[in-house]
């Protein structure tokens, strides 16, 4: 069976002492296995990034960029076979691994901006023959933890930016679908990023542990579930770390009575159901103002849902594939009892779902629950599933509030015709993401992505701008040129000039 292993120094190596299954979640079958690293592989690929660091500090930033301008080609020109092995192992069709890498590929031009993102910032004559100015250098070696469900744009997110700040890093990704994510690092060499400076290390919790606990870390940026997230927050900051720790999320579209509804509607349904629901930034609650809104809603959903298609990866015509694990698929599957038990009504029931030719992959058809109220299960957890809640408010300001109330605030957007309601909504719901008619509003890679709330632990959001300051250090230099001749005094009043 073909064994995943770690790149590390530039190397494939294998540490074969622990593995796990990879599964085709659209067939259900086991077909390969991933190395769990060790402590010590962990702490190789640490050593290969430790050593790689001095060199690449010292490269200057249109360098290290431009070995993102042809990492970015050789994405582009390996696009295929990338989609094809997030298919495998996640289960995305085609159309959608091509969506995931294009984010993932803004990301890497982004980074190519480098040399003018990292110019600083310079002040002339702050005081007598005196300049001063503030540079940014990076931090050393950085490491990256990924979920499963972006196995490609997650990571590039991370490493881009911060491998062209000067930093060298060590990736742990997804043990569950861990191929793309290691082809697409292996082409870093490809593009002439020096041995070392990019290290992958498959694994599960010893190798996260390794990187929390390796003095030599200096920050940790996470992608995952909030519990996981705020555990990685809390040990990497009591070790001293930098740490952005981003988490779930159950993200509330609300559907105001002057809604253009068949518009909303198709909204709703590509981003509750795309991938399976598997996004942090899935629509999972639809709020409608209203019941005329809100009987519209489910009415015109209801039929919109017969149309959806369920299947494996590899078939285009389908609209999302399968669940990332059977586990998974059966804890969404329980989701779906629970609320039919707490009082809500299952409106389409996607439990049953079956695909002629895989019987054993991990799908669950798209399932619309209406009647949800909160302190339900469905609505209090992240389900990260095909599932959408409707929920009955009367007032817009009843939505914002229950929107503000749920622990999670990672992204939101409101359907409306009304330009006064969605700018009151913008400015005032406590949600790091907003869309106005835009279900999905996933910022584009020169602005920064996070949420708030148990969305996000730390202070600084993932890509775009932010990352400059989370991958840099901030050093600020003050320098004098005194003309000759000038004899000094010790002055004992605090500096004012
Ligand atoms: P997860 O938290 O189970 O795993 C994420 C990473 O943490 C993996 O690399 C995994 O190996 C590691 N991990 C898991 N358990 C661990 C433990 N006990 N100790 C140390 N490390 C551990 O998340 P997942 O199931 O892979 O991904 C889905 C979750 O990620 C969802 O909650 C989703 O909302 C979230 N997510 C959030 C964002 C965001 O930007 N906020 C983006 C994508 C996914």
Redesign the pocket.
């Known amino acids: 069976m073909n064994l995943i292993g770690h790149l590390i120094n530039g190397e494939i190596v294998t540490d074969a002492a622990r593995t796990q299954d990879v599964y085709n979640p659209s067939t259900g079958a086991a077909e390969k296995q991933v190395a769990l690293a060790s402590q010590a592989t962990v702490e190789q690929a640490i050593a290969a990034a430790q050593e790689a660091f001095p060199a690449w500090r010292n490269t200057p930033p249109a360098k290290r960029a431009r070995v993102m301008f042809r990492f970015k080609q050789l994405l582009e020109d390996n696009a295929e076979k990338i989609c094809e092995l997030i298919g495998q192992e996640h289960g995305k069709i085609s159309h959608d691994a091509m969506g995931e890498l294009q984010r993932g590929i803004e990301n890497v031009e982004y980074a190519c901006y480098a040399p003018e993102l990292l110019k600083g910032e310079h002040s002339k004559n702050v005081g007598p023959a005196i300049d001063s100015w503030s540079e940014f250098q990076p931090l050393g070696v950085v490491a990256g933890?990924?979920?499963?469900?972006?196995p490609a744009m997650?990571p590039l997110w991370m490493y881009p930016m911060a491998i062209v700040c000067g930093n060298t890093f060590v990736l742990?990704?997804?043990?569950?679908d861990p191929s793309s994510t290691l082809f697409i690092a292996e082409l870093l060499k490809e593009a002439g990023l020096p041995d070392g400076v990019m290290n992958v290390v498959n694994?599960?919790?010893e190798?996260?542990?390794t990187l929390l606990n390796d003095s030599r870390i200096e920050a940790v940026s996470?992608?995952?579930?909030?519990?996981?997230?705020e555990?990685?927050y809390s040990t990497a900051n009591a070790n001293g770390k930098r740490c952005q720790a981003?988490?779930?999320?159950k993200n509330h579209a609300i559907v105001m009575p002057d809604a253009d509804m068949n518009n909303a509607v198709e909204a709703l349904t590509g981003a509750a159901f795309g991938s399976s629901g598997?996004?942090?930034?899935a629509i999972s609650v639809a709020v409608a103002v209203g019941d005329e809104a809100a009987d519209a809603v489910v009415r015109k959903l209801r039929q919109r849902m017969e149309t959806l298609k369920v299947g494996a990866f590899d078939n285009a015509s389908n609209d999302f594939g399968p669940l990332?694990t059977r586990q998974h698929a059966d804890k969404v599957k329980g989701y779906i009892a629970s609320a039919a038990e707490q009082g809500a009504n299952i409106v389409v029931d996607g439990r049953d779902a079956q695909v002629e030719g895989y019987t054993d992959g991990f799908f669950v058809g798209g399932t619309l629950i209406d009647g949800v109220k909160p302190g339900m299960s469905c609505y209090e957890e992240?389900i990260?599933g095909p599932v959408l809640c409707v929920m009955r408010v009367n007032t817009l300001q009843e939505a914002m509030d229950l929107i503000d109330a749920h622990e999670y605030g990672?992204g939101t957007c409101i359907f409306t015709r009304d330009g006064e309601a969605a700018r009151y909504f913008s400015d005032n719901i406590k949600v790091g993401m907003v869309g106005i008619n835009v279900p999905l509003p996933v910022p584009v890679s020169y602005h920064s992505?996070?949420?708030w709330k148990r969305?996000?632990f730390g202070d600084l959001h993932?890509y775009g701008p932010d990352a400059v300051r989370f991958y840099t250090k901030r050093k600020t230099v003050t320098q004098r040129w005194p003309a000759s001749g000038i004899q000094e005094k010790a002055q004992f009043a605090f500096p004012s000039e």
Not at 172 to 176: C, F, H, L, T
Not at 246 to 249: I, S, Y
Not at 278 to 281: A, G, H, V
């Open positions: 933890i990924t979920p499963f469900n972006f997650v742990k990704p997804s043990e569950r694994g599960d919790k190798a996260v542990d996470f992608v995952g579930s909030t519990p996981i997230a555990y990685i981003l988490g779930g999320a598997e996004r942090c930034m990332i992240e990260f990672n992505f996070g949420g969305s996000l993932a």
